[in-house]
């Protein structure tokens, strides 16, 4: 990618060194709009390609959200093809669907924490009691998956605020369905992106 590094300006390429990228994940997608250069990325499996955003920045990923303005769009981006483990947790009438990385842990573990987690400071939504019911450890696609499961529940989600760290956040992650209703979602998510 000897190309990308040409045209990439020092400042982006410490950008792209701090936050541990590389510039083979990036494609070249200057004067092409986002319908045109979020598929050649995909083909091409970058995750980030160089593109003006409105503040002036040119690093983007393949949906155009400037990750230099919002660096959490690394995350986010990255998460969608990589592995690690889909759950469905359960409080009273509602239906959690969410992804944990296995990382140095084991699978219990790291479902564990995040059945802690759920339960801290309150409760993710306000809810206490969060017990996961059902996992799935799957090698790729793990935030499509998430992502498809929760498409397929939309006519059941629920929005609850809670307060976490301090700050007021809306849950976006649950449904006010049945438990078989949301297992049922995530067997399908995962045929579908598998």
């Given at each position: 990618m000897d190309s990308i590094l040409n045209i990439l300006t020092d400042e982006e390429k410490a950008f792209i060194k701090e936050y541990n990228l590389s510039t083979s994940d990036f494609y070249d997608a200057r004067g092409e709009t986002i319908s045109v250069y979020h598929d050649k990325a995909k083909a091409l499996g970058c995750h980030f390609v160089i593109s003006q955003c409105q503040y002036g920045h040119r690093l983007k990923d393949r949906s155009g959200h400037c990750i230099i303005c919002n660096t959490a769009n690394i995350s986010f981006q990255k998460r969608e093809t990589k592995g690690g483990v889909v759950y469905v947790?359960?409080?009273?009438?509602?239906?959690?669907?969410?992804?944990?990385?296995?990382?140095?842990?084991?699978?219990?573990e790291s479902l564990?924490?995040?059945?802690?987690?759920?339960?801290?400071?309150?409760?993710?939504?306000?809810?206490d009691g969060w017990q996961i019911i059902k996992s799935w450890s799957i090698e790729k696609n793990v935030g499509k998956v998430e992502r498809e499961a929760h498409r397929l529940l939309s006519q059941y989600?629920?929005?609850k605020s809670y307060i976490y760290s301090g700050?007021?956040?809306i849950a976006q992650e649950i449904f006010e369905c049945s438990i078989a209703e949301a297992i049922n979602a995530v067997k399908q998510a995962i045929q579908l992106n598998q």
């Open positions: 947790a359960v409080s009273g009438k509602y239906c959690k669907i969410g992804i944990t990385e296995e990382k140095k842990k084991s699978k219990q564990n924490d995040r059945e802690y987690r759920l339960n801290s400071e309150g409760g993710y939504a306000s809810r989600h629920a929005e700050s007021r956040r």
